[in-house]
Every structure is written in structure tokens, then in C-alpha cells.
């Protein structure tokens, strides 16, 4: 292979992108993430020859995605939250809206130190393992229904160093078998109806877990199950915290507001001005 400079091949890889109607940016994406490096780093690389080993990969990695198949798990992980968490076909790929979910938590709570916290669907754990970074004096449970997201999970969390308790059954009822009673429920849960498949990405409709993203009843099966099941493992004085699809947010509010009269059901934006999140306190 003749020998190139990073420039030129980024070069060819952006314009093999646009031709194929792919997301240009991805070329970038995953020139750094393959290699490590910044935006500033590749940058600084741009004129340099690049080895031809690396060439080979790379080029593969844009053929792979260009193919349908998501950057992240391509290249196996995606940040999160300032922290490099694995990712596989069996986790959902970590969304930046999920962090925005974990700051709405720790705004009202980051001040407490003694608190049992479940984070519901964990998938790749990046909840429960953020939230055990940032505040290590809390207890933090985590529950999956699917025993290969929990083992990148664990896996996650030895990386990071975060004792995170991970159990696995169906939303909250391990807790409630366990006779497990929490200070904040938390969850980003499946919540994309059915009507709503054409409207999604390929890459996503094609490798992203179907089990983790679809619900039924318009997406809001999920929220509607957790309410019986929160006022069995909540304490008197606790939270919880949702992220839901931008539409589902005043049915929601609603269906928890009748659930919990005593309860203030809020409702809030994410950074792009979407309904997102909900907190119940």
C-alpha cells in the first residue's frame, strides 16, 4: 500500500462517505477514536505519513460503517460522561441526553451521602457507574433483563473501578423480591413505539437491541408497569428520575402524577429544547 499522509487519507475516506450518502463526520469520528487522539491531535497529524497497517484499518472501519454499521461499535466503546465505557451489539450505544439525566439527578441530590440509588436497564451501566463515580458514598444497584448487557456491565464497571451491585430480572423486581427499598429510581427504559420504526436510522433499526429500545403502548409500557411496582421499593421521601421520547412527557407526567397525588411530577427540556426528562420527588 503506497505510503500516505493522514490528511489524504482522511481526505478520501470523507469523500468515499459523502458519495455514498453516509455521514461524512463519521471519517473524522473514527480516525480518532481508532487511533485515540483529539481533535486537535488528529489535526497535527494531518501532514505526517501515515503507517500502513493503520491505513488498512481504517479503511475498513469506513467500509464497515459505510456498510450500516455503527461507529461505536466498530470501534467498541463511546464516551461518556468523560469516561471510555465498551460497547457491544448487546448494549444500547450511550446517547448524550443520557448525561443531562445524571446531572438533573445530581443537582438535587449531589449534596447527600448516604443514598441507595437503582438505575433500571442499565445496559452498558453507564448510569449506575457514573453516578457511583461521582458520588462513591451511595449505594448503587443496577438491573438489566439481559444477562449480555449485564456482562459488559461488570465489565465496565471493574474498568472503572465502581462497586455497582447488578442483579438481573425485569424492571424493578428483583428489588421487590429482594425486599430492596431505594432513595432514587432511575432510568433511561425502552420507550420507542412500534409506529415509530421508519422514522428511526438504519444503523439503528439494524444492530442496535431491539429489546432495549421498542415498547409497547406507544413506547410508555415500560413507565405504566414501573408504577405499581416504584411504590413497593421507593422510600417516603424518594425520587426518581426518567428519560423518554420528546413526545411522551405530558403522558407520562400524568400517568404519574395519578399514581403518586402527593408527589410533584416535573417535567424537563434537554439542551436541544426537547421535552426529555421527568423527575417525581
Given at each position: ?137 451511595w449505594r448503587v444497584l443496577a438491573v438489566d433483563i439481559s444477562e449480555e ?65 421498542f415498547a409497547e403502548n406507544d413506547g410508555l409500557l415500560c413507565y405504566q ?57
Amino acid at each position: 500500500m503506497s505510503s500516505k499522509t493522514y490528511g489524504e487519507v482522511l481526505f478520501w475516506a470523507s469523500s468515499f462517505l459523502t458519495e455514498k450518502n453516509k455521514e461524512r463526520e463519521a471519517a473524522e469520528y473514527l480516525l480518532g477514536r481508532r487511533l485515540g487522539w483529539s481533535k486537535t491531535e488528529v489535526l497535527m497529524h494531518l501532514r505526517k505519513p501515515m503507517p500502513s497497517e493503520q491505513q488498512e484499518q481504517y479503511i475498513e472501519d469506513i467500509k464497515v460503517f459505510e456498510a450500516g454499521y455503527p461507529a461505536q461499535y466498530i470501534i467498541g466503546s463511546e464516551e461518556f460522561y468523560g469516561r471510555e465505557f465498551k460497547v457491544t451489539p448487546a448494549t444500547l450505544i450511550p446517547r448524550p441526553e443520557t448525561e443531562e439525566l445524571i446531572e438533573l439527578c445530581m443537582k438535587n441530590h449531589g449534596d447527600k451521602e448516604c443514598l441507595t440509588v437503582v438505575d433500571v436497564g442499565t445496559g452498558t451501566g453507564i448510569i449506575a457507574i457514573t453516578l457511583k463515580k461521582l458520588k462513591p458514598t451511595w449505594r448503587v444497584l443496577a438491573v438489566d433483563i439481559s444477562e449480555e448487557a449485564l456482562i459488559v456491565a461488570r465489565e465496565n464497571a471493574k474498568t472503572h473501578g465502581a462497586e455497582v451491585e447488578f442483579m438481573q430480572g425485569d424492571l424493578l423486581m428483583p428489588l421487590i423480591k429482594a425486599g430492596e427499598t431505594v432513595d432514587i429510581v432511575i432510568s433511561n427504559p425502552p420507550y420507542i413505539s412500534e409506529d415509530e420504526w421508519d422514522e428511526m436510522d438504519e444503523s439503528v433499526r439494524q444492530h442496535e437491541p431491539k429489546q432495549a429500545l421498542f415498547a409497547e403502548n406507544d413506547g410508555l409500557l415500560c413507565y405504566q408497569q414501573m408504577t405499581e411496582q416504584i411504590k413497593q421499593v421507593l422510600s417516603i421521601e424518594g425520587s426518581v428520575y426518567f428519560e423518554y421520547g420528546f413526545r411522551q412527557g405530558r403522558a407520562i407526567q400524568q400517568m404519574y402524577q395519578e399514581a403518586f397525588p402527593t408527589k410533584k411530577v416535573l417535567i424537563y427540556q434537554d439542551l436541544n429544547g426537547l421535552d426529555r426528562m421527568l423527575e417525581m420527588k
